[in-house]
């Protein structure tokens, strides 16, 4: 098993069919563990807490910061803030809630890495790209605007409608509101028919077996991120294509609690 920084700071870069492939199988990962009997929440998902075998099968490793999800009534469980600067949900580093769209957020923030190829943080940057999802995000569902932060390395290589699709479902995974989200069920759905079967021969298969493993990750993560981590303190208790199916296009609060990505 290699971590991920390996294969993505390789010369011949990943290739579109490899991309999408990595980001099914750590979705597969998040929602074997969202739809546990008792949900388990990562809460530290990030490109180097994702582990490749030779024939680019995502395992999840690292899971000293996973956390049991709410049950019952239970709508989040508050808890310490943990886990890494640029891949955190913003309502859990503001509230210590914690939810399974949480994880989702976060997803999103790995899919956009993979779709731009660029680190979740990076200083070297100008001060309006340091920070991917807020340069990128507002780009995502704009047609005329999202082609531009594709990887350039992929040399167009890859099927503009796949990609439209990749950046909306990555534009909702990135939504302030939480319930705006789509559940990982419903992102694995999403990603299933962006796999490319021409893509290398072992890019075919889509039966991608969500494998977890123990222990620490690699500390690398895509393009040699620094593992900032974020460390803040409150109450230990439980508290009580691209059409988002919502009637409010922009999914805002008071719209359905799943937002499913097409």
């Known amino acids: 098993m290699l971590p991920f920084l390996r294969h993505s700071e390789a010369t011949v870069p990943l290739s579109w069919g490899r991309r999408m492939m990595i980001a099914l199988g750590a979705a597969k990962g998040l929602a074997f563990l969202h739809n546990a009997e008792r949900p388990v929440i990562y809460r530290d998902f990030k490109t180097s807490n994702i582990l490749l075998d030779s024939d680019y099968t995502a395992k999840l490793s690292d899971f000293g910061l996973a956390k049991a999800g709410p ?6 469980v508050s808890t310490r803030v943990m886990g890494t600067y640029g891949y955190a949900a913003p309502e859990y580093v503001m509230t210590g809630h914690l939810t399974a769209r949480s994880d989702v957020y976060s997803f999103g923030v790995v899919l956009l890495e993979l779709l731009t190829g660029r680190k979740s943080v990076d200083k070297t940057r100008p001060s309006k790209e340091q920070n991917l999802v807020d340069w990128a995000r507002p780009k995502l569902n704009d047609k005329r605007k999202l082609l531009q932060i594709i990887d350039p390395r992929l040399e167009n290589q890859y099927s503009v409608r796949a990609a439209q699709k990749a950046c909306s479902l990555a534009y909702y995974c990135l939504s302030q509101n939480p319930k705006a989200r789509p559940l990982m069920s419903d992102v694995v759905e999403t990603l299933e028919p962006l796999q ?25 993560a895509m393009g040699g991120i620094h593992d900032h981590r974020i460390h803040h303190r409150f109450p230990n208790n ?20 799943a937002c499913r990505v097409r």
């Open 238 to 257: 439980v508290g009580p294509g691209s059409i988002c199916r919502s009637p409010n296009p922009d999914c805002s609060p008071g719209g359905p609690s």
């Open 196 to 220: 490319c079967p021409n893509d290398g021969a072992n890019e075919a298969s889509s039966s991608l077996t969500p494998t977890l493993t123990g222990g620490r990750g690699g500390a690398f």
């Open 71 to 76: 049950q019952g009534d239970e709508t989040h």
